[in-house]
């Protein structure tokens, strides 16, 4: 290689930037569809328990590969394994997350237009006339994708400059903004006349209507919004010191993840049920239900409402960028490091194939629309073939690779800091990462192709 492999230079660095790799659209975007659809605070209270028993053991799982191989994904299972075919394990993880960022940048460049619509006010009308706009903006030739390459360019923008002076510097500076808009608009969310149904369907779980969906739901939404899978967490580990304890840096990322998620829907549910909108209005939530939630909830002060769907945007643009920086960074790690190429060299290839990607994605959603296969748009095979296979059989893959090939000893000297931490909760671990979490990842699995 031309150039030396960096660390992040602070816990909290390390930390603010694994948590951004976690942090993106499936907290504030999937998460609260997901709990209106499930019922509420029953969903929140299974989904905080699978982050517990799923999320953290596939976590530091990522997290010992990817310090211990200090490298690109595809080289730490490399070095695991010592060439055995386990190795493809890490192959996939960049492969899947090259796919996602193509596509994922289209949703994300979304969020950059609904900025610009926000402030030149093309927001403001009726239910009907914001459907209209999102519709007539979807499948227009060439806004997304002008918003697609504008937000990848973004993206390029931070990679270019490195681990520390990159991702860590904007890290830093990106996930405090994030917190401080997400605080702002839960206070104005819950003043808003009638917001207590909306807090009281967050947190006072009914569990009568749990059931076997909801628990799977709670399964798959966890996996999705932590980024396991993704080659994100073992490269961001890749970066970490000797010193950093796995343990808990999984669980800190976790509670930031998980409330990111519950503010996120203490901003939605209270503006919906204030103007008697369904909680369970799915992916539509964001782009064509909300719009019309602020329009309503604020109707007597105008610009509130103005203010408050600007600010939500912006704080929807920061959670997607958060997450394209990390899944930018694991095929760029990869190309810099295979290819013995400079960093802005590989960053480049990354940034150019990723914006063709997500342009025939945005493409296929619209005016390209015979960009299909098996009735499916290029943008919804993209979504179904990284999130409903590769990221559960990765992640399935990756517990029985470190749970039952990699020498217990290995793992465990990673998880205690070769002896420097304590180990009471290394055989707990151990139990979940061979057991449980396979079993639960299966479970998924095989449910959403309505097999169990």
Same mark, same amino acid.
């Given at each position: 290689m031309t150039e030396e492999r960096a660390n992040f230079?602070?816990?909290?660095? #390390?930390?603010? #930037?694994? #948590?951004?790799?976690?942090?993106?659209l499936g907290n504030v975007w999937r998460f609260p569809y997901m709990c209106g659809h499930n019922g509420g605070a029953a969903f929140i209270v299974i989904y905080v328990a699978c982050v517990m028993l799923l999320g953290i053991p596939c976590m530091i799982s990522e997290f010992i590969i990817g310090r211990h191989g200090a490298s690109n994904t595809y080289r730490a299972y490399s070095r695991l394994s010592g060439g055995t075919p386990w190795k493809f394990v890490g192959l996939l993880g960049v492969l899947t997350g090259f796919l996602i960022t193509g596509y994922y940048a289209v949703v994300s460049g979304?969020?950059?237009?609904?900025?610009?619509?926000?402030?030149?006010?093309?927001?403001?009308?009726?239910?009907g006339y914001v459907a209209r706009y999102f519709e007539q903006f979807s499948t227009n030739p060439w806004k997304p994708v002008f918003w697609t390459v504008a937000i990848l360019l973004l993206t390029h923008f931070v990679i270019v400059?490195?681990?520390?002076?990159? &991702?860590?510097?904007?890290?830093?500076?990106?996930m405090?903004?994030?917190?401080v808009l997400l605080l702002v608009m839960v206070v104005a969310a819950c003043l808003l006349p009638g917001a207590e149904k909306g807090i009281r369907f967050l947190f006072h779980p009914d569990f009568s209507q749990v059931?076997?969906?909801?628990?799977?739901?709670?399964?798959?939404?966890?996996?999705?919004?932590?980024?396991? #899978?993704?080659?994100? &967490?073992?490269?961001?580990?890749?970066?970490?010191?000797?010193?950093?304890?796995?343990?808990?840096s999984a669980v800190q990322v976790s509670l930031i993840d998980t409330m990111v998620a519950i503010l996120a829907g203490l901003i939605i549910f209270p503006a919906a049920f204030s103007v008697g909108i369904s909680p369970d209005s799915g992916p539509k939530l964001v782009f064509i239900t909300l719009p019309n939630v602020f329009n309503q909830a604020f109707s007597g002060m105008p610009f509130v409402g103005w203010l408050m769907a600007l600010m939500f945007y912006a704080l929807l643009s920061l959670a997607a960028l958060t997450s394209l920086i990390s899944l930018h960074e694991v095929s760029t790690a990869f190309f810099f490091e295979e290819l013995r190429i400079k960093r802005s060299s590989g960053a480049l290839i990354v940034t150019l194939s990723t914006c063709f990607i997500g342009a025939l994605c945005s493409l296929s959603l619209g005016k390209w629309s015979f960009l299909e296969v098996s009735g499916k748009s290029l943008f919804d095979l993209f979504d179904f073939v990284t999130g409903q296979i590769f990221l559960p059989v990765g992640g399935f893959l990756t517990c029985l690779f470190l749970g039952w090939y990699v020498p217990k000893q290995v793992v465990k000297d990673e998880f205690t800091n070769w002896g420097t931490l304590g180990s009471g909760f290394f055989n707990i671990y151990i139990l979940l990462v061979r057991y449980v979490c396979p079993l639960a990842i299966l479970a998924i699995f095989l449910h959403q192709f309505n097999l169990i």
């Open positions: 230079a602070s816990k909290i660095g #390390a930390i603010l #930037a694994t #948590a951004g790799s976690a942090v993106g979304w969020c950059l237009d609904y900025i610009y619509a926000s402030i030149c006010g093309y927001l403001k009308g009726d239910a400059r490195g681990v520390r002076g990159g &991702i860590e510097k904007f890290s830093k500076l990106l405090p903004l994030l917190f059931d076997r969906g909801v628990f799977l739901g709670a399964l798959g939404q966890s996996f999705y919004s932590l980024s396991i #899978a993704m080659g994100c &967490i073992c490269t961001f580990a890749s970066y970490f010191t000797r010193q950093t304890n796995l343990l808990h």
